[in-house]
């Protein structure tokens, strides 16, 4: 597994506001052609985000899974919550990730795909998820395939890093050379 928690991709676009979004309403694989793909998403608390952004996440998760199985396949999605954090996986059946990869899928421009991809969808989804307060996680299943796993921070955890932003904006605001 490889987990790149605090470094921040450039290929960010600037923040969206945070709202509550249900993962369920999120996940639209119909697209999709010759792919099943089964969810086991039981009834989770809403998470923190932008709706527009995390729909991009998971489409760029799940194109990336029919990229990697050009023959068809299954793509499974399972949710749960560990604690108070909402954990959603999303595994394939493809050719997996090779291990020396698997230290740079989630840096801006990497591809494996030549003129057919950008490299920047994987970077986008770390930098949604690491403004969230949240991870993404890349790894192989043993019996083969990928498997991403996103974590989302439980609505307390994200109560107080709000309260705290905003404790550090307002001392910005009374002393601008602080919070530079
Ligand atoms: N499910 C997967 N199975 C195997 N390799 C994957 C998988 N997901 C991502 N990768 C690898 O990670 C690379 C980076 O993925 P990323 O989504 O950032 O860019 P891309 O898919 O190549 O381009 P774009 O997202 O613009 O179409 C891919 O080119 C591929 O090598
Ligand atoms: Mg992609």
Request: proline share 6%.
């Amino acid at each position: 597994m490889v987990s790149r928690k605090s470094r921040s991709a450039r290929a960010a676009s600037t923040p969206r506001p945070n709202t509550s979004v249900s993962i369920s309403n999120i996940t639209t694989p119909s697209i999709l052609e010759n792919i099943k793909v089964s969810t086991s998403l039981p009834e989770l608390p809403a998470v923190q985000g932008d709706e527009v952004e995390l729909r991009h996440v998971f489409m760029n998760l799940l194109l990336n899974a029919r990229d990697a199985m050009p023959q068809g396949g299954e793509i499974q999605i399972e949710g749960g919550l560990e604690g108070e954090r909402v954990k959603i996986t999303i595994a394939d059946e493809g050719r997996g990730i090779p291990q020396e990869s698997l230290e740079r899928v989630f840096d801006p421009f990497f591809t494996t795909k030549g003129a057919h991809g950008t490299g920047l969808g994987l970077s986008m989804a770390h930098s949604v998820m690491s403004r969230l307060g949240g991870e993404i996680r890349a790894g192989n299943r043993p019996q083969g395939g990928a498997v991403f796993i996103l974590t989302f921070p439980g609505a307390e955890i994200q109560t107080t890093k709000a309260v705290a932003r905003r404790e550090a904006r307002l001392q910005a605001a009374k002393d601008p050379r602080r919070g530079r």
